[in-house]
């Protein structure tokens, strides 16, 4: 396989203050969960990077030549506070959204996360329902954190795990972190009373793709979710190319061929990941086909970066600066019109422009990293 070098990028970040500003209205709505954007999508989840500093550097994430010691990661007062968080987690409750994702960088690096945990479990929506509330994780120090975890309310999580050969994943994380503590924190996990746990793995062509029907055998019959995400362009600094892509149809198809698949419907509308069902009835996997087959269409999700900004897609290049007006003494109802004013003005759907161009490249603007924005 050939290495190909990455250029040395700052990636974007947005420095303090220099978001858009979200509008607010002259006219103070009472908040909804109707509220539709552009493309009549409505807001459901959201995603929340609690730090953009992560143990890994997986070489499509966060590569070293970029993440290196010199990278101007966000100080302690830039980041948004568990107070902020929450209310503006219970804000958007307020707005139709059910399911929160805390992600980053690696989530578990955040101090005491498990009291912001605590925290966001105590969030109703306006029915009084709690939050379904999940997290993302690359599994490091899952075994020392599973129980603190689970006792502090979190509901589910999901584990990501590129392959179970040491080299290949030692080399897409490049920093020497071996599979089996991994797989020993989603033991932990299920010990403490996980249900539910997904496993992702992403696949790149000619670096791991060989692993996956032996991931598939592994987690098959474990009660263990596992999908496969198509290696995606989000970022600057990953080096993405189209030829790295391999089409999630594929990856069904290399299943299917050991162990039989039947496609199954999706859990909810809206859900980023076709599910197939093992024939012999030993579970599913699942397949998320950014690049391949876009589902801009029906996207419900947004993103609260790490230091507060709101991005309305995970290929943005801008971001709307929520932590200024959540520290300016607005009030939760000026803050609620400021989110439904931003989701209503919403019309992307990079995916499908990407999909649509004929070279089917990256669109070549500059986007946000995904450690900063949240995966
Ligand atoms: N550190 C946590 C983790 O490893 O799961 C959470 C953050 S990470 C950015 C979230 C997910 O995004 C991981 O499953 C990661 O593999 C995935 N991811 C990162 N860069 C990606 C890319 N270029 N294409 C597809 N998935 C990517």
């Known amino acids: 396989m050939v290495e190909k070098s990455i250029p040395k990028v700052i990636p974007i970040r947005i420095d303090e203050g220099r978001g858009l500003t979200p509008s607010i209205g002259a006219q103070l709505h009472t908040p909804h969960g109707n509220t539709q954007d ?72 955040r101090k005491n996360l498990e009291v912001l945990i605590d925290m966001l479990a105590q969030v109703r929506t306006p029915e009084g329902k709690p939050l379904d509330l999940t997290l993302t994780t690359n599994g490091s120090i899952l075994r020392k954190k599973a129980a603190a975890l689970k006792a502090a309310g979190l509901q589910r999580l999901t ?23 991994v797989l020993d924190g989603i033991a ?9 746990i997904k496993v992702n793995m992403v696949v790149k062509k000619g670096t791991n793709d060989h692993e996956i029907v032996s991931m598939a055998k592994h987690f098959k019959g474990s009660g263990i979710i ?24 594929e990856v069904i198809a290399r299943i299917n061929a050991v162990f039989p698949l039947e496609a199954a419907e999706a859990n909810y509308s809206g859900e980023v990941a076709q599910r197939w069902h093992y024939q012999d009835g030993s579970g ?3 397949v998320i086909s950014s690049v391949t087959q876009t589902f801009c269409h029906e996207c419900t999700r947004a993103r609260i970066s790490t230091d507060g900004q709101m991005y309305l897609c995970l290929f943005a290049n801008e971001g709307f600066d929520f932590k200024t007006l959540l520290r300016s003494g607005k009030s939760d109802l000026e803050i609620a019109n400021a989110i439904m004013n931003t989701w209503a003005a919403r019309d992307d759907h990079y995916s499908e422009i990407r999909g649509s161009n004929t070279a089917n490249q990256s669109t070549g603007s500059r986007k946000v990293e995904m450690s900063y924005i949240g995966g």
């Not at 999908?227 to 190319?241: A, K, L, P, T, Y």
Request: glycine fraction near 6%; proline fraction near 4%.
């Open 226 to 249: 596992l999908r496969f995400i198509e290696f995606m362009d989000v970022g600057s600094s990953n080096g993405w190319n189209m030829a790295e892509v391999l089409p999630s149809k």
């Open 284 to 286: 599913e996997v699942g």
């Open 188 to 196: 932990a996990a299920q010990e403490v009373g996980f249900a539910n």
């Open 38 to 109: 552009r493309r009549g999508r409505i807001l459901r989840d959201l995603r929340i990077s609690v730090t953009d500093r992560c143990n890994f550097r997986c070489t499509y994430c966060m590569p070293k030549e970029v993440f290196d010691q010199n990278y101007p990661y966000l100080s302690h007062k830039e980041l948004l506070s568990f107070e902020e968080i929450t209310r503006l987690t219970s804000i958007f409750s307020s707005l139709g959204v059910e399911k929160i994702r805390l992600t980053g960088g690696e989530p578990l690096l």
């Open 159 to 181: 584990v990501s795990l590129d392959g179970l050969d040491d080299v290949i994943f030692k080399k897409m994380n490049d920093v020497d972190f071996p599979v089996a503590d």
